[in-house]
């Protein structure tokens, strides 16, 4: 296989966990609140889900109970900042360490264990398609989930009365609570999406694309996710475009390989972080541009 | 009456920590009345409307609709009963379009909403179009958004909190057929307003607040605006005593060939605005909001930049290029029309706000904020402008509409401006304030100020102003001098009968 076949094989699976991260904060941004703590509700959801699979085998029970973890933590945010209007930024923060600490616990007897993953899925005709067919658009069922969802939710948001109370509660809680909308249980909704949506992230880097348990495997991708809600200004097609990148960029080797450079891989691996960081630092100066 | 009334409030009362604003109030609504509400600013208007509505709880007290006690703990409650509210403050959301706002509370697809929009605008007068986005809307224009989306509710109860606040004169005579109509179909209709006219000629009803009592219940067509007034403040009103203008000295502020293309589809194209504003006077801007007016403000206040630098002049410097704060530094003040958002941050205490402009008034000290300076300044335009409020320390939010506009015209005033661009001074202000306000900005341009004043109100302009242009279509009228024009001859330039 060629580095591009690769790439074209990889990317989906690659940038799945960052796609699903992003989604739910990007709901939760919506509605007018911030959620910090992406990398932690990843994590402790990435850790139950590998010790479910690891011990049932079941991949369903695996991604379900990893969102109600992840939701359970989320709701914990949600009690700090709604409940008794602590600082959003301060109580995200919080809950991402305990999400990390609390995987760091119970995966702490599964270190270097491994699982099966899941399956690619042959469809007919599909993968008889040259060059894509074999590696594109061969992909596991998740994958095949989030395309899917990635487009409900885009109609969902654009096209639903549902989405236009999104819109509305994060532009003017106020006037929403005013004309008779339940602001509080919407931005409780939408926190518990979010948190779900981080713990199915973490279940299938855990669980699927890299079925083996290591300590600190979200490795930063819940910052990147929460860049990536930025870099998307809050619309679903965008962010769905750059988790794709992402996703690319972070194959690393693979794409060096595919472009025909030969950049260190230490230099490679590092490159989403850094574009991560140049990324914030144009869109912001970009915004306050605008003021 | 032997119908119970629609509503009744028996011994409702409410409290904002420190500040009493509704006491054992009483008051019975009858349908196909038209009952006003009216109140110096702070008396506690919009808290007795909210309470109806279910936006805030009584901490005591009862609420009957026909007869029946109700509880209205949010306003879907109200909503179900049949009551639908207009608020002071509007409620709407300004990133979406008109349909997208009218959807949020009116079921149905939204071509059918955009027609329904259509037809009750041409019924009614209050055309807008139902596909704009609300950023892009005069205050005016948010209005009748705000009552179509109301009236489309078909409620037996409609609350208005001073509708007519912003609505040009023709409107607002449109606006009250419609009350009629909508009163004749058996609807009926708490109003607020501080306009006793509006109140004289409309109502039917009136309960008059004081300090958060009800201090009386009239039949306001048997009374005069005057009479109506004391019951108000409680006391006689203060008689305006007017001196003439002196002599206007130099130039401050000139617009040359002022031309600037309209942002979007639904703004207003400026074209070739010339006007002059010299020291010791007060020039008017006339119209009907949505002509231009917010266009013409952001321009001259720098938050849009003129296409030429010359095309603005302030103390003689061509500013068209500056941003807002190096005019400011030229010794120009501006009050906007909105007050929250704009002239305001309603989260941020007063005396924070005051820190928004008046930061060069030694309030800072090596990048520091000198909270004693700030506190200090804040505590004065709170004494000197009458502003009704705990001290410093309030939230701008949590303001009666009135007084929050007498706090942001008191600390532009405070900054002793040489140039100062004032919009709808006396938007929603009570009759006693806004005579204290006119008389500040006499008592201005009398000690040299140069003022130019955007404003709906006729009256007020030919108060105040000694010279009057007429904005319509983004053209600006030529100079005419208020002691020599009449209203009619204003009236055919507003709407373009006369150029
Ligand atoms: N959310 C709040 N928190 C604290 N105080 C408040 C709040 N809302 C209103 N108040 C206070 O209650 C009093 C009554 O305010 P209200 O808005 O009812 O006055 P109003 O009669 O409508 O005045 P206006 O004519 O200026 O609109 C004021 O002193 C105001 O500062
Ligand atoms: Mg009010």
């Known amino acids: ?37 992406l990398e932690g509700m990843m994590a ?54 305990l999400g990390l600490g609390l995987s760091a616990l119970f995966g702490k007897s599964y270190e270097s264990r491994t699982i099966s993953g899941l399956p690619k899925i042959d469809i007919p005709v599909l993968s008889d398609i040259p060059l894509i067919g074999p590696t594109l658009l061969t992909q596991d069922i998740v994958v095949w989930l989030a395309v899917l969802g990635t487009i409900a939710l885009w109609w969902v948001l654009n096209r639903t009365k549902l989405g236009l109370i999104i819109a509305a509660v994060g532009e003017n809680a106020d006037a929403a609570r005013s004309i008779g909308y339940p602001v509080v249980l919407i931005r409780l909704c ?74 260190p891989s230490q230099v490679l691996s590092s490159l989403p972080y850094l574009v991560t960081i140049l990324m914030l630092v144009v869109i912001s100066r970009r915004r306050s541009g605008l003021v | 009456m032997s119908q119970p009334a629609l509503l009744r409030l028996s011994k409702v009362s409410k409290r904002y920590g420190t500040v009493q604003a509704n006491k054992e109030i009483d008051l019975e609504v009858h349908s196909g009345s038209i009952h006003a509400v009216l109140g110096e600013n702070g008396a506690g208007k919009s808290t007795l409307m909210k309470l109806i509505y279910g936006v805030e709880q009584p901490d005591a007290g009862h609420i009957y609709w026909n007869g029946q006690e109700v509880h209205l703990a949010r306003p879907s409650d109200a909503q179900v009963l049949g009551i639908g509210m207009v608020f ?142 004391q ?91 500056l941003g807002p704060m190096a005019r ?30 008046a930061h060069g008034r030694s309030m800072l000290s090596r990048g520091f904020i000198r909270r004693s300076v700030e506190r200090a300044f804040t505590r004065e335009c709170i004494e000197t402008f009458d502003v009704r409020t705990p001290g410093p320390d309030a939230e701008a939010g949590a303001m009666s509409g009135g007084n929050l506009q007498k706090f942001i015209l008191g600390r532009e005033i405070m900054l002793n401006p040489d140039v100062m661009l004032v919009s709808q001074p006396t938007w929603g202000v009570d009759i006693g304030a806004a005579t204290a306000i006119r008389r500040r900005l006499l008592d201005m341009r009398d000690q040299g100020c140069a003022i130019l004043v955007i404003s709906e109100e006729m009256d007020e302009l030919f108060e105040i102003c000694s010279k009057l242009h007429v904005l319509h279509k983004g053209h600006l009228s030529p100079a005419l001098d208020a002691a020599e024009t009449t209203p009619q001859e204003i009236g055919r330039y507003m709407i373009g009968a006369a150029t």
């Open chain 1, 1 to 37: 296989m060629s580095g591009l076949e690769f790439l074209l094989a990889g990317t989906l699976a690659a940038s799945l966990p960052l796609l699903l991260a992003a989604l739910g904060e990007m709901v939760v941004e919506k509605t007018g609140l911030l959620n910090l703590g």
């Open chain 2, 88 to 229: 002071q403050h509007f409620s709407l959301f300004e990133t979406l379009s008109v349909v997208q706002n009218v959807s949020l509370m009116i079921p149905g697809k939204p071509a059918e909403l955009a027609q329904q929009i259509a037809d009750l605008g041409d019924q009614f007068g209050l055309s807008v179009d139902p596909h704009a986005m609300v950023h892009r809307l005069s205050v005016g224009e948010r209005q009748r958004v705000e009552i179509i989306r109301c009236l489309l509710l078909n409620p037996k109860l409609l609350i208005l909190d001073e509708p007519t606040s912003v609505l040009p004169p023709q409107s607002v005579r449109r606006l009250f057929e419609t009350l009629r109509k909508l009163q004749a179909d058996g609807m009926a209709i708490l109003f607020i307003s501080h306009k006793l006219d509006e109140i004289r000629e409309l109502c039917d009803t009136a309960s008059v607040l004081r300090g958060g009592e009800v201090t009386g219940r009239v039949d306001p067509r048997e009374h005069d605006a005057r009479s109506l007034a």
């Open chain 1, 190 to 263: 939408a926190v518990a999406f979010g948190g779900a949506m981080c713990g199915l992230a973490g279940a299938y880097a855990s669980t699927v694309y890299t079925p083996l348990w290591a300590d600190g495997m979200i490795a930063g991708r819940g910052w990147i996710a929460l860049a990536l809600v930025v870099f998307g200004t809050w619309q679903t097609g965008r962010v769905a475009f750059g988790a794709l990148l992402f996703g690319i960029l972070s194959l690393g080797e693979l794409t060096a390989q595919a472009m025909g450079v030969g950049l």
């Open chain 1, 44 to 97: 402790i959801g990435a850790a139950i889900a590998f010790i479910c699979v690891f011990h049932t085998g079941s991949h369903v029970l695996g991604f379900a109970a990893a969102a109600l973890i992840s939701t359970a933590v989320a709701m914990l945010f949600a009690i700090l900042v709604i409940g008794v209007k602590a600082n959003e930024v301060a109580s995200g923060l919080a809950i991402g360490v």
């Open chain 2, 328 to 357: 400011r530094k030229l010794g120009f003040a501006f009050v906007p029309e909105e007050r929250l958002g704009r002239g305001a941050v309603p989260e941020m205490s007063l005396a924070d706000n005051s820190l928004l402009t």
């Open chain 2, 231 to 321: 019951l108000m403040i409680g006391r006689e009103m203060p008689n305006v005593a007017h001196v003439a203008p002196r002599p206007p000295g130099e130039e401050r502020l000139r617009l040359n060939a002022l031309s600037h293309p309209r942002a979007s589809r639904f703004g207003t194209t400026l074209e070739g605005i010339d006007l002059k504003l010299r020291s010791g006077e007060i020039v008017g801007i006339a119209g009907i909001s949505g002509n231009g007016q917010q266009e013409l403000a952001a321009l001259i206040s720098g938050e849009t930049r003129a296409q030429e630098p010359g095309m603005i002049e302030i103390m003689g410097k061509k500013v068209g290029h």
